[in-house]
């Protein structure tokens, strides 16, 4: 996890919305708090972005004829996000992924969080970051644009110790990249563990299964996990299994395979030991690809680790953007992050943020054909 000392994001200046992004109403929340939509474009990308939940509601990136299409699956109105969002586009915290009995000891205190998921806590409890709202703001940056994302979480909010200030960064560069620039400050010892929820579907969301999508991770072990998807403590290495993504394959070559941690998730949904462990600048740990349009996303990070899910429990009950049913198997997530569970998990990299510290990670999206 990043601390004090690690790389600055670029120097920023606030602007009217007007020079960096068109604000507009996206709709309210019963109690009557508005919720904004961001639109921004650079470099062939264009992004929407939810004052609620920080949520991405559309990417839109070309294919090799330079049609766009969206690419992350999302819902047209509020509503839905409010009533029925999978985590479509949000920013997660406190802490992303899986907290086994949702508890945890801290300088031999106890600590218990809110649990949400079977008798475990899943990304910040059931009022995680996902379900603030974010105060935003629009910024250039030499030729990039983007906005500026703040939340205070107050201290016991879902459980969680100490007063949390953060600020997360989307910018879009002159290359179309999109970057995000997590920062976080703390005064009362916690555990942070900060990600983006994104669904890709890089042939356009609503357009069947990714089962097709090749994809390429850069980690030799992964995170067995129990039954209830909280990690077992011991990394496995991926040779030899449906989790060895060290060279190019479908996502579909090996999901069906008789392997009992496929049984538990009912595919993929597991944390991957990156090679290049924690790192003060982003490096590359993963390729996706779609055959048929020809589409790339290439991924760089700080962190650790990287949840690679599947889209498992998509059912066909939720319908998005484009009005099409989203059923299993219609995107994957590839959420950056430390590892389920680590505060628990004494192996594990820590996840501990103590005051005067400053926790920051930077993840960037690089996209092409």
């Not at 929407?48 to 559309?58: A, D, F, P, W």
């Not at 980690?219 to 496995?236: F, M, Q």
């Not at 505060?343 to 594990?348: A, C, K, Y």
Request: charged content about 20%.
């Amino acid at each position: 996890m990043g601390r004090t000392g690690a790389r600055k994001g670029p120097r920023t200046h606030v602007c009217t919305p007007r020079e960096a992004a068109v604000k507009e109403l996206f709709g309210k929340l019963a109690d009557g708090t508005e919720i904004h939509r961001w639109s921004l474009e650079n470099g062939g990308t264009r992004l929407k972005v939810l004052s609620y939940g920080g949520i991405v509601q559309s990417l839109e990136i070309p294919d090799t004829r330079g049609r766009h299409a969206n690419v992350s699956l999302g819902f047209a109105a509020l509503e839905d996000y409010v009533a029925s969002s999978p985590y479509f586009g949000a920013l997660i915290g406190r802490y992303g992924n899986r907290m086994a009995d949702g508890a945890f000891t801290l300088d031999g205190e106890a600590y218990r969080v809110n649990v949400n998921d079977g008798d475990n806590s899943l990304h910040g409890g059931a009022q995680g970051f996902d379900k603030h709202v974010w105060d935003v703001e629009a910024f250039t940056s030499g030729s990039d644009v983007g906005l500026i994302l703040r939340h205070t979480s107050a201290d016991g909010e879902m459980g969680y110790p100490g007063t949390l200030r953060t600020k997360v960064t989307y910018t879009l560069t002159r290359h179309g990249d999109w970057r995000i620039d997590y920062e976080a400050t703390t005064d009362k010892a916690t555990v942070v563990n900060l990600t983006s929820h994104v669904y890709w579907n890089l042939a356009g969301e609503g357009n069947g299964s990714v089962y097709d999508h090749e994809l390429e991770i850069a980690a030799s072990r992964y995170t067995p996990v129990d039954s209830g998807l909280i990690p077992t403590g011991e990394p496995a290495e991926v040779a030899g299994t449906p989790f060895d993504f060290r060279r190019t394959k479908s996502i579909g070559e090996d999901i069906r395979e008789a392997d009992q941690q496929l049984v538990y998730s009912q595919g993929f949904d597991h944390n991957w030991v990156l090679d290049k462990g924690v790192t003060a600048e982003p490096e590359h740990i993963a390729t996706l690809r779609d055959p048929s349009s020809g589409r790339t996303l290439k991924i760089a990070t700080t962190e650790p680790g990287v949840q690679f899910y599947s889209g498992n429990f998509l059912d066909g009950t939720l319908v998005g953007t484009g009005g099409h049913l989203y059923r299993q198997g219609d995107a994957l997530c590839l959420e950056t992050q430390h590892f389920p569970d680590s505060p628990n998990q004494p192996s594990f990299p820590s996840t501990t943020l103590r005051p005067g510290q400053t926790y920051r990670s930077t993840t960037i999206h690089s996209f092409g054909v």
